[in-house]
């Protein structure tokens, strides 16, 4: 999902940011990037080595002592600087009654920058639900259990409920839990990494062919089509070798407004058939068939969670709020950042049906914001010939180095 405060803040979601928040999670036991960076700050007095580290200056402290521990003591200064030396409301977009710092907040402001409007949610730093053994009703962090490392066990240990204040706040209650990734339909699942090192989440419709959303491909340098898809199952990965999106899909309009948002959805080839190992989903225009049978189907889905670590988190049986005459609908699943390109899927006789995709979020000044997918109206009629072989065009072979 991407949406930033201002429109000028989509320029700042950049391959290495996206590609470091997985490694954060990771590194604190663990499809989007944060906000733009602040105001200049006083770090001239600082080591040559202050802001050395590659993660520094994405507005997340990541310093081992009070940060996510993605960087090395002293070598992410500006990002941690208000956290040692003290909160404060320095931020250009602090006092405006949104929290803006990244995770929890919308990310446009360093952390400890927008003491104010954070200062109540300010306990959630760096907690996640990164540990394996997350969702399973018991706290397993240090003090208090075993088996979890300090901050990765949140939901157990504090409950499930969430601020109607932070960007993630899962409609004030997070309702999502584990699952075994061999079982359908979770086995048809996978995190897709484009040629820019940023990932989302993609599901095989065929035996070789995956369906993601058009923002997981392109980036700020242009499509980056060219990728590898891991199952969530495990065993062999594929690369994409062909890819389908709607020649009308606009990347600077998708991260600016909600013009593109019906077009958000990609057709990717792979050069290893693995739906024959693990199967694969249907496709169906559910949201064709009327808004009632739309709202009343029970939803699946699964998505690589920027703070679940690096297996799925899932929902089941949650519900489509709204549909919209842009080919998207409303949705109600817990999704969030690294969610992007997750399937929606609903029960077809034995077996699934991808109905959409996730793609964006909407703001909305009366109530939280609303979650948006793409329906497969949007897709479904160009699946079989893409899955025949027929039109896409070819993966772009990576630029050789400089």
């Known amino acids: 999902m ?17 590609l470091g928040y997985f490694i954060h999670a990771a590194l604190t036991s663990s499809s989007e ?38 960087c090395a003591l002293r070598t992410d200064a500006a990002d941690c600087l208000a956290l040692r030396e003290g909160e404060n409301d320095s931020c250009q977009w602090a006092r405006d009654g949104e929290c803006d710092e990244p995770n929890f907040g919308t990310g446009a402001c360093t952390q400890g920058t927008d003491r104010t ?19 399973n009703n018991i706290c397993e962090e240090p003090g208090r259990g075993h088996g979890c490392a300090a901050r990765t066990d949140r939901t157990d240990c504090h409950g499930r409920e ?62 980056r089509a060219g990728g590898v898809f891991e199952p969530a199952a495990g065993g062999a990965s594929a690369n994409t070798i062909a890819y389908l999106i709607d020649p009308n899909f606009n990347y600077k309009s998708f991260n600016a407004s909600n013009e593109s948002d019906g077009l ?42 920027w703070d679940t670590g690096a297996t799925l988190s899932v929902n089941i049986r949650c519900h489509i709020a709204e549909t919209y005459g842009d080919n998207t609908f409303a949705h109600e699943c817990d999704t969030t950042r690294g969610d992007s390109g997750s399937a929606f899927l609903v029960r077809s006789g034995s077996g699934y049906d991808v109905i959409g995709v996730d793609s964006n979020f909407r703001s909305n000044p009366d109530g939280p914001f609303i979650y948006i997918a793409v329906s497969a109206a949007a897709f479904e009629a160009q699946v079989a010939d893409f899955v025949a072989g027929r039109g896409g065009q070819a993966v772009s072979p990576p630029s050789p180095p400089k």
Request: with cysteine; hydrophobic share 45%; net charge negative.
């Open 2 to 18: 991407r949406r930033w405060k201002i429109a000028a803040l989509a320029v700042v979601i950049a391959a290495c940011v996206a």
């Open 264 to 305: 958000d959805w990609a057709l990717l080839r792979i050069d290893r058939p693995l739906g024959d190992r693990l199967g694969f989903a249907g496709v169906r225009n559910l949201t064709g068939q009327g808004r009632d049978a739309a709202r009343a189907a029970d939803l699946y889905q699964a998505g690589f969670s």
């Open 162 to 223: 969430r601020p109607m204040s932070i960007s993630d706040h899962f409609f004030g209650r997070d309702d999502r839990v584990r699952v075994d990734a061999h079982d359908a339909p979770w086995r048809f699942i996978g995190e897709f990494t484009n040629g820019a090192e940023e990932q989302c989440t993609a599901t095989l419709i065929a035996r070789d062919v995956i369906v993601t959303a058009a923002h997981c491909i392109h980036t700020d340098a242009g499509v």
């Open 117 to 135: 409007d954070c200062g109540e949610i300010a306990w959630m730093r760096y907690q996640t639900d990164s540990c394996a053994s997350a969702f």
């Open 33 to 70: 990037a944060p906000g733009a960076i602040a105001a200049a700050k006083p770090i001239a007095t600082l080591a040559p080595d202050a802001d050395s580290c590659r993660y520094a200056r994405d507005n997340e402290c990541d310093e081992p002592d009070i940060g996510t521990g993605a």
